[in-house]
């Protein structure tokens, strides 16, 4: 049905589309176990943000599972890159994923204070390191991976854990955690009303301008301070072939290069800056709602920008610019995408539809009143 090419650049705004969805829907579970030590002071405060998300979290879960499918699945040769480059990172990423479920299974069976106490911080490491993980991966894609192909087409990686901790990476951490506790924050005003919503409105205040400040550094070090890649040479992209056979070269502000082609790419990170902007404004205006629909614009933007910005690039190569592996050679066969097409066309709307259903039947604030009623079966 379509060529090779076509189904490169749709496999590629598939992936987008399901890293976006996953940031959306378990964006906020992460902003509110983030945001759970300061938040919330007391016990019943805490089952209250707790329960926010507690019913509905394992559903969310389906988008990481989906979107780590789909790469696994459509980008072999990147999925193998990741985990080759970034092991001990994804480790930790896991275990922190692990205490999540144990953590909202376990908090609330013992009404001991120490015990609960640990399954918070349990809660908030589960909430605030996989967004610091992510942003910090993302920013060492932006400045390249020290990985390289030899002349067998094994792939090489020859930096450590501590080399993607240095200072643009950092800040992109620091942005993903800031951008997912104003999305936390946001769902939180929705879901409750008193003390707890107002301090989650101050929450959302302080971390959206974290967020837009450090979007903006971000920019303006993307722009002059880092290198970006530009592809000089490569065979037909309708065709099938290795990451080494093209020609890449790197060069200061390379990552600007697509806005200067597509000019209407700037309504990315406008649309960044002003989904935060319309968050604090409806927030201030008690329109809860609206503020949850302004972090979820810029939660997209944010991370459209940023791929729009290396696209084809997927993950550019530090050490050999020209192992550089991108939208068109990291991908699986011209069958295997067809295929997958198809499986993503029909199960993707079903996704949605279940996550929506989801959501209207457990509609409604969570209050103390719903703690109490529901003692011994909330979180």
Do not use: C
Request: hydrophobic content about 55%; aromatic content about 16%; proline content about 4%.
């Amino acid at each position: 049905m379509f060529d090779y090419e076509t189904l490169k650049i749709i496999w590629w705004a598939f992936v987008g589309v399901l890293l976006i969805g996953f940031a959306l829907m378990d964006g906020f579970d992460f902003g509110v176990g983030t945001l759970l030590p300061f938040v919330a002071k007391t016990d019943v405060e805490r089952r209250i943000m707790i329960n926010t998300i507690g019913p509905t979290w394992e559903g969310n879960q389906t988008w990481f599972i989906t979107a780590g499918g789909a790469l696994f699945a459509a980008w072999p040769l990147a999925y193998a890159a990741a985990f080759s480059g970034f092991y001990v990172a994804l480790m930790i990423l896991l275990f922190s994923l692990f205490l999540r479920p144990v953590g909202f299974d376990y908090r609330s069976k013992i009404a001991d204070t120490r015990w609960r106490s640990t399954w918070d911080w349990a809660l908030f490491v589960g909430g605030f390191v996989p967004p610091l993980i992510f942003g910090v991966a993302f920013g060492n894609l932006l400045l390249g991976v020290p990985f390289h192909y030899d002349d067998t087409m094994r792939l090489e990686y020859l930096g450590g854990f501590l080399d993607l901790l240095n200072p643009f990476g950092l800040l992109s951490g620091v942005l993903s955690v800031a951008m997912l506790s104003m999305h936390g924050a946001a769902f939180l005003r929705t879901k409750t009303d008193g003390v707890v919503a107002q301090r989650a409105g101050i929450a959302l205040m302080i971390s959206a301008m974290v967020m837009m400040f450090m979007f903006a550094a971000a920019g303006v070090w993307v722009a002059f301070g880092i290198d970006g890649y530009r592809i000089l040479t490569m065979p037909d992209a309708n065709s099938a072939f290795m990451p080494v056979v093209k020609t890449v070269e790197r060069l200061r502000g390379g990552w600007m290069d697509n806005y200067a082609r597509w000019p209407l790419m700037w309504a990315l990170p406008i649309a960044g800056f002003a989904g935060a902007l319309l968050s604090m404004l409806f927030t201030l205006r008690q329109r809860a709602v609206a503020a949850f629909m302004g972090s979820s614009l810029a939660v997209s933007s944010v991370i459209l920008t940023a791929g729009a910005s290396m696209f084809p690039f997927v993950m550019p190569s530090s050490l050999d610019p020209n192992s550089s592996l991108t939208a068109w050679d990291v991908v699986a066969s011209h069958k295997s995408l067809g295929i997958m097409f198809w499986v993503v066309v029909i199960f993707l709307p079903l996704i949605i539809v279940y996550t929506g259903w989801i959501y209207r039947v457990m509609r409604g604030k969570v209050d103390a009143a719903h703690i109490a009623a529901n003692e011994h079966s909330a979180y």
